[in-house]
């Protein structure tokens, strides 16, 4: 249950950097700011606990530290294009410390192992925060997961726990925690959608706005038409500069056969290129 905190983490992430292309003021950058640190937090609290901590694990952390601090001066500079890549760097580095620290040993082992009241409850009380913090990601993002049957699980666990049942209770975490796993999948999902949905909504934006610009362009005006860079033209068979009209045209063909991002290629060239 532990394990699953951070890859909440990374999912609160995914949504907040699946917003509109534009860069956002600075309260987002403040937001991966937090995220990066309570990560990082922790890990380090969950380190903490580990006798002989493997130098693998050790290594990892310190490289997402690294990348947090990195994540810091560039907000500091209201960087958001280096933020935002120092702060995936450091949650990546942070999600392989974690794997790494699961792979010590299983939270079933260390459940039967225990057989410990306070640890349960312990594990009781986080599985509800991240319950929570779910429910709270599906409700902001109109997303129809139900709880239902977590919130049974937990409220038996708890009843064998005050009853001293304490063998039963590993068998309901377990599955409650599966519930979780299931919505976070769920709802990840439903946020790299929700991404390739802003993606190709831009792009399709893009072509109307080509398809304008080629409708008012006269023929001896052709030469002031967006030049399609180098990469662009390698990447998306483009063999020389075209119009706005022709170049809206095989941005077109493009979503169609959905390589939005090869689209997304041809508007970047564009932009570096206006002229």
Do not use: C, W
């Not at 490289?63 to 500079?77: M, P």
């Not at 009241?117 to 709270?136: D, F, K």
């Amino acid at each position: 249950m532990k394990t699953l905190a951070v890859i909440l983490l990374g999912l609160v992430a995914t949504l907040i950097l699946n917003g509109p292309i534009q860069s956002y003021a600075d309260p987002q950058l403040d937001s991966l700011l937090r995220i990066a640190i309570q990560a990082r937090e922790n890990l380090k609290m969950n380190i903490s606990k580990i006798n002989n901590v493997p130098d693998e694990i050790t290594h990892l952390f310190k490289q997402g530290s690294d990348e947090t601090d990195a994540l810091t001066n560039a907000i500091n500079k209201n960087d958001f294009a280096s933020a935002r890549q120092h702060f995936l760097s450091a949650m990546n580095f942070f999600k392989a410390t974690n794997d790494k620290i699961n792979s010590l040993g299983s939270i079933q082992a260390n459940i039967q192992k225990t057989q410990d009241v306070s640890n349960l409850q312990g594990e009781i009380t986080r599985m509800r925060n991240q319950a929570q913090m779910l429910q709270t990601i599906a409700i902001t993002n109109h997303a129809n997961f139900d709880f239902t049957q977590f919130d049974q699980l937990i409220q038996k666990a708890k009843q064998d726990l005050d009853s001293g049942n304490i063998s039963k209770v590993p068998k309901s975490i377990d599955a409650a925690n599966q519930i979780l796993v299931d919505a976070h999948q769920y709802l990840t999902e439903l946020a790299k959608q929700k991404s390739s949905d802003r993606a190709k909504d831009f792009t399709e934006k893009q072509i109307q706005r080509l398809d304008k610009i080629g409708d008012t362009n006269t023929p001896n005006q052709t030469t002031q038409s967006p030049k399609i860079s180098s990469t662009a033209k390698t990447n998306s068979n483009f063999t020389s500069p075209e119009n706005p009209k022709d170049i809206a045209t095989k941005m077109k063909k493009l979503v169609s056969e959905g390589k939005v991002n090869e689209a997304l290629k041809i508007i970047k060239s564009i932009k570096e290129h206006p002229k």
